[in-house]
């Protein structure tokens, strides 16, 4: 296993205080949550292995969806609930109003078995004898639609999130707390919230096999206690070094406001820099975990001091160096592309070739003479500028560059 291989532990419900039943925005809340929480991860790492709770509810919203299509039996005998129940919050939910349930008086002499009997009839395109009976066929298939349309609409918001892009590329991997189940058990009663309650349990033990530190959000962190008692009391040797460059790679302003595409291709195009900031981070991590307990509270508290003290003083001194060259080649091209500066080099070409005493410095144009000084600091400029991309702190430095030179082109800043 890489050193940085990260595991990231992620439980957006928590973070975001969202509550038991989640409306489509809410849901679309919980994608957004793990993409941002990822993108430094995604930045420095090998691998990713995410574990949230978000998969699990949206396996559930799956079981949901398999029932709706699947097991006419259950979901008529939820439309009959509904016309029994015309206070239900769902009928708001879904849409519905009074007119498209069926009154006590309608479902007089109705029953679930000869409905569902001839609701196959229906569903092919006859009519049954029954007024009422075909009547509550046909707004229950109205229903059906409606809901399939819902729970289809809360799946896709919480499940659609660009961490595919990173799934496709081979660096991430994406698993729920709990087990992975077959749809069709999620149809038992009480299985659906069974399975998402036992998440928890699953948790402890997938917890307790890992051997570095895992990245979670500290807002999770205290309706998480109990399941990440179960940490190793010391993660393996060199398995806090992605947990500390990850939470250093969160200091680039504006990175979450990259899309997940753009943050890989940010990583593709800074290859050549991002060993050297592994290794800057290694011998960041093992520095700071020799005087710390390896808790994810002191790793933090530490990285911040480290941040203010050296980080971010070298990175002004990179950002100094690379600027210092900028001047000095922007210099160089005025002298060289002004129309006064290449009228005196023609002249002074003139005068010297006139002289008999004309000596070598003589031939030169003026402003090559003019510039010879600035050529020097150039010279001295570009040097530093090599030096600043030896640092192994530049891979950092160049993608705070990058994100802000997007920024300036699409107007965002926080």
């Known amino acids: 296993?890489?050193?940085?291989?990260?595991?990231?532990?992620?439980?957006?419900?928590?973070?975001?205080?969202?509550?038991?039943?989640?409306?489509?925005?809410?849901?679309?809340?919980?994608?957004?949550?793990?993409?941002?929480?990822?993108?430094?991860?995604?930045?420095?790492?090998?691998?990713?292995?995410?574990?949230?709770?978000?998969?699990?509810?949206?396996?559930?919203?799956?079981?949901s969806l398999f029932r709706l299509r699947n097991m006419h039996m259950r979901t008529l005998q939820d439309f009959w609930g509904l016309c029994h129940n015309p206070d239900s919050p769902e009928i708001a939910a879904l849409g519905l109003s009074p007119s498209d349930l069926l009154n006590d008086e309608e479902l007089v002499g109705l029953t679930r078995e000869a409905l569902l009997n001839d609701l196959w009839s229906i569903l092919d395109g006859k009519s049954v004898d029954n007024a009422n009976q075909d009547r509550f066929l046909r707004k229950y298939l109205d229903y059906l639609a409606r809901a399939s349309e819902f729970e289809y609409d809360h799946y896709r918001a919480a499940a659609d999130t660009d961490l595919k892009i990173a799934e496709e590329r081979g660096l991430l991997s994406i698993r729920p707390w709990g087990l992975q189940v077959h749809p069709l058990y999620l149809d038992m009663p009480g299985a659906a919230e069974e399975l998402y309650s036992s998440a928890f349990d699953q948790l402890s033990e997938k917890i307790a096999e890992l051997d570095q530190s895992p990245l979670i959000d500290p807002t999770a962190r205290i309706d998480l206690s109990q399941q990440l008692s179960h940490l190793r009391d010391q993660p393996?040797?060199?398995?806090?070094?992605?947990?500390?460059?990850?939470?250093?790679?969160?200091?680039?302003?504006?990175?979450?406001?990259l899309s997940i595409e753009e943050v890989l291709d940010l990583r593709d195009s800074l290859s050549d820099y991002l060993t050297g900031f592994r290794a800057e981070m290694a011998a960041l991590s093992d520095d700071i975990t020799s005087d710390a307990d390896g808790a994810q509270a002191d790793l933090a508290r530490e990285i911040e001091l480290r941040w203010v003290r050296e980080i971010d003083p070298m990175l002004t001194e990179i950002r100094a160096q690379m600027a210092a060259s900028g001047v000095f080649r922007q210099a160089i091209n005025t002298i060289t592309?002004?129309?006064?500066?290449?009228?005196?080099?023609?002249?002074?070409?003139?005068?010297?070739?006139?002289?008999?005493?004309?000596?070598?410095?003589?031939?030169?144009?003026?402003?090559?003479?003019?510039?010879?000084?600035?050529?020097?600091?150039?010279?001295?400029?570009?040097e530093g500028r090599e030096e600043a991309r030896r640092n192994r702190l530049f891979f950092l430095y160049s993608a705070g560059e990058a994100v802000k030179r997007r920024a300036r082109r699409t107007g965002f800043r926080r």
């Open 236 to 257: 393996r040797p060199g398995g806090s070094y992605g947990l500390v460059a990850t939470k250093v790679a969160a200091h680039i302003p504006n990175l979450d406001e």
């Open 337 to 382: 592309t002004d129309k006064g500066a290449i009228t005196t080099a023609a002249s002074s070409v003139v005068l010297a070739t006139s002289s008999v005493a004309a000596g070598i410095a003589a031939l030169l144009p003026a402003a090559a003479t003019a510039a010879y000084p600035l050529i020097k600091a150039m010279r001295s400029a570009m």
């Open 1 to 63: 296993m890489s050193l940085f291989e990260i595991a990231a532990i992620s439980h957006p419900m928590s973070a975001l205080d969202l509550p038991a039943r989640i409306s489509v925005p809410e849901g679309q809340l919980l994608a957004r949550y793990d993409e941002a929480m990822l993108k430094p991860a995604l930045l420095i790492a090998d691998k990713v292995d995410l574990l949230s709770i978000r998969i699990d509810y949206t396996n559930t919203l799956k079981g």
